[in-house]
């Protein structure tokens, strides 16, 4: 075209204007030749992008193969774990065990690699609806710390006083196993009879922590010794008029069938043959274990004594609270709410008109007999129906509260006397997902002078409801949602939640008795503190004994409460920092959810937002109410 163009002038014409010509013709010809070109694109890129846009079709189907990996990968961890089978009230695998051995670390590490690099690798997010997406996130994200997490694998202690499997197995063994039929007491039998090489595989786990120089301190082996002998004392294991624990457990189940008494003999003889012949030997394995190593064992307390504990320790916080918070800010935050509960237990006490200091209000509190039932079966039944009455008052009024409410049922229990000396003050334990078998809340009896009156009514709205039952049950019945976040625990949320459920009753008239919001005040009082000796104990050094001290001075607890937390710390590194953190973001939330919606603020659509996707890390909790607040206003 330029050529034809270019012979097309006269030779008449002067130069300027010739070259004028030409520039402005091969202008036009250029501009031309770019709207041609440009529309031509335009029309493929219209094209390229229709192909391109995501189609519902295609969404559905990232979602169907998102759904199907999920369930797959579940149905896998499923298959390895005969004991979350049974938890679940499954059955395929009930003669057997979870695998204790050190090897599993390294599969479970190859596991997590192949799942995280088919997320990345064969899923595209973008398609991913809102549910899946999270679903998306969260376990990218859970893969992600369990890659890293690699290197603190052998960073616990396989046998300690709170979950050690010495006391673990026999409370399995009589709360999650039901026997409804012959082949279910077998399989209890088979069990029994597997006990020697689980625990010989806890007893090289123990070996090999000790030669990563990770290794408790004296006073937990005093504690699990003990324990341990509690499971073998009693008949068949001795000529005693007491039965064990197991053996009781056993009898009842198997008296509750409906078959003849000669098929019931032959159990319970089988039964018997089997204790003595396998649970007594795996239980003398560990106690020969554990009494080999408190020879060289110490009484230095924190993480911080561990190789590379400091980053142990820190790595502990962030997956505990699943937050950045270090162990400085923390340890910050507990002393200033410390001091701020104090202040209000002071104004508790100028209600009751108590003349003298606060820590003559804590002795008074922790010694008077009014506040405490006697240590005798009576007592301990008196405060076994008196704790059921006020969760089932409380049910009564969950719909001021609740939109959503969990369909499983929860019951109150003393902790068995073999574990009772050394378990918790109070614990959960989740119903099953079928509905088999209720939500319990274990309250520990053993020493009735660290079980005040005065607390009892916040100890039930925590562990009952509206806490872990209401959050772990409603989490386990959710629809259309993968299992694995059925099952998820952060434990900032988790007991964060727990902790919130202290004080949302006295916002709908509980506590009437100031002394009872004494004792709400007391618990969070509690789980402050455990900021302050948590970080002192695992970052600064404390020493057991002065834990003990921090605790015995600062709350009205008896000195028994305060031993067992300190020893509670020691052995789980960073996990008493949760509760409180947990429930400082979640009144976070609220208040800004309140100061943003005004009078269209719904607490009962504010807890629909933090119940209704499972536990979630504090930062996805925190997105998640803020999405929410933002719909609200729209």
């Known amino acids: 075209m330029l050529l034809r163009v270019f012979f097309l002038i006269s030779p008449t014409e002067n130069v300027s204007a010739f070259l004028f010509n030409i520039i402005s013709s091969m202008k036009k010809i250029f ?25 519902s079709a295609d969404a559905a189907s990232e979602s169907e193969k998102l759904t199907s990996f999920f369930e ?134 123990m070996q090999l922590r000790e030669f990563n120089q990770i290794m408790p301190p004296k006073f937990v082996y005093d504690h699990t010794i ?114 701020r509960i104090h202040r209000e237990m ?9 003349e003298g200091s606060l820590q003559d209000f804590f002795h008074f509190m922790r010694t008077d007999e009014q506040f405490y039932y006697k240590n005798t079966p009576e007592g301990k039944e008196k405060y076994l129906t008196e704790a059921t009455g006020l969760i089932n008052t409380m049910k009564d009024r969950l719909e001021e509260l609740f939109l959503t409410l969990p369909e499983a049922d929860i019951q109150v229990k003393a902790v068995e006397p073999f574990r009772e000396k050394s378990a918790g003050k109070a614990f959960y334990s989740a119903p099953a997902i079928d509905g088999t078998r209720p939500g319990i809340y274990y309250a520990n009896l053993y020493d009735m002078e660290a079980m005040p009156t005065y607390q009892m009514e916040a100890l039930a709205y925590h562990e009952g409801i509206p806490g872990h039952h209401m959050q772990i049950a409603i989490s386990q019945e959710l629809e259309d949602i993968p299992m694995f976040r059925k099952m998820s625990f952060y434990t900032a949320y988790v007991e964060g939640w727990g902790l919130y459920s202290e004080i949302l009753p006295k916002e709908i008239g509980f506590y009437e008795d100031p002394y009872s919001d004494f004792g709400r005040l007391a618990m969070e009082l509690w789980r402050s ?25 600062n709350s009205p607890n008896a000195e028994s409460d305060a031993v ?24 976070e939330l609220r208040e800004k959810a309140k100061k943003e919606l005004g009078d269209d603020f719904d607490i009962r659509k504010f807890h629909d937002v933090i119940l209704l996707d499972g536990a979630l890390p504090l930062n996805l909790l925190e997105e998640k109410v803020n999405d929410w607040i933002a719909e609200e206003k729209n």
């Open 529 to 553: 503190i455990r900021l302050v000796v948590d970080t002192g104990i695992h970052a600064r050094k404390w020493t057991r004994e002065e834990a003990i001290e921090y605790y015995t001075k």
């Open 31 to 55: 501009h031309l030749t770019f709207y041609i070109i440009f529309l031509a694109f335009s029309v493929i890129g219209c094209k390229n992008s229709e192909e391109n846009t995501p189609s």
């Open 346 to 354: 002071e104004a508790i006490m100028e209600e009751v008109e108590f």
């Open 72 to 205: 797959h990968e579940f149905q896998r961890d499923l298959e390895d774990s005969p004991m979350l089978q049974t938890r679940l009230g499954i059955k395929t695998s009930y003669d057997s065990w979870d695998s204790f051995s050190h090897l599993r670390h390294a599969k479970e590490l190859e596991k997590a690699k192949k799942r995280l690099s088919f997320l990345k690798d064969s899923v595209n997010a973008g398609l991913l609806n809102e549910q899946d997406a999270l679903s998306y996130k969260l376990y990218r994200q859970k893969l992600e710390n369990e890659i890293e997490d690699y290197d603190f694998r052998f960073y616990n202690y396989p046998v300690n006083q709170m979950f050690g499997v010495h006391a673990e197995i026999p409370a399995f063994l009589i709360n999650m196993h039901r026997i409804d039929s012959v082949s279910d007491a077998k399989a209890y039998i088979a069990r029994m009879e597997k006990l020697p090489a689980l625990f010989k595989d806890v007893a090289e786990a």
């Open 226 to 339: 003990e324990a341990s002998r509690n499971v073998i004392t009693g008949k068949p294991f001795q000529k005693s008029t007491d039965a064990s624990a197991l053996l009781v457990d056993f009898k009842q189940k198997v008296e509750d069938l409906d078959i003849s008494s000669e098929e019931k003999d032959a159990l319970m003889n089988r039964a018997q043959e089997v204790m003595i012949n396998s649970v007594q030997p795996a239980y003398e394995i560990i106690i020969a274990a554990l009494e080999d190593q408190r020879q060289r064992a110490t009484n230095e307390a924190g993480a911080w004594k561990f190789p590379k504990g400091k980053a142990f320790y820190n790595n502990a916080l962030k997956r505990i609270t699943t937050t950045d918070l270090t162990a400085d800010e923390i340890h910050e935050l507990g002393l200033s709410e410390v001091a």
């Open 564 to 587: 067992k937390m300190v020893e509670r710390h020691i052995v789980m590194p960073g996990q008493a920092t949760a509760y409180k953190v947990g429930m400082n973001k979640i009144l």
